[in-house]
């Protein structure tokens, strides 16, 4: 099939300022030829937190498509679960949403799906710093 093969090649050589060409072209990917939208996240896999919100969140959408299958085991997985962690950083509101609802879906240990609060002065270390959420031994406010 030349479709999946041809944008997996534009979307490699590609040096489109377009950013919602390449989200089309991934969306696109993930609907013709899944195996190789992971593929071509693998290869982006390091500058997914840099990239623009329409192209986090179609890689969120690939995440939680091919975590619901039997390819998203394993090492893959682990890949997976960091990735969403580093985009619950993001400074968008709906890619933190995303992620956060994702990651309750990839993993039921609650050390890795409770968030870790926020200091006033910003990180407080660790991944998943400044997921916004509150710590359970703060008071609650009062109105």
Known sequence: MPGPRLTVAVLIASQ?????????????????????????????YDQVPQLDEMMQLAVIELIRKESKSAAGEGALKARYIKCIFELLNSGSHSVKYEAATTLTTLTQNPAAVKGKPTSPRGSSGGMGANWGFHSTTQPPLRA
Not at 21 to 40: C, E, G, H, I, K
């Open 16 to 44: 489109e300022s377009d950013t919602t060409s390449l989200r089309n072209a991934f969306v696109m990917l993930q609907a013709t030829a899944p195996q190789r939208a992971v593929d071509y996240f693998l290869t982006i």
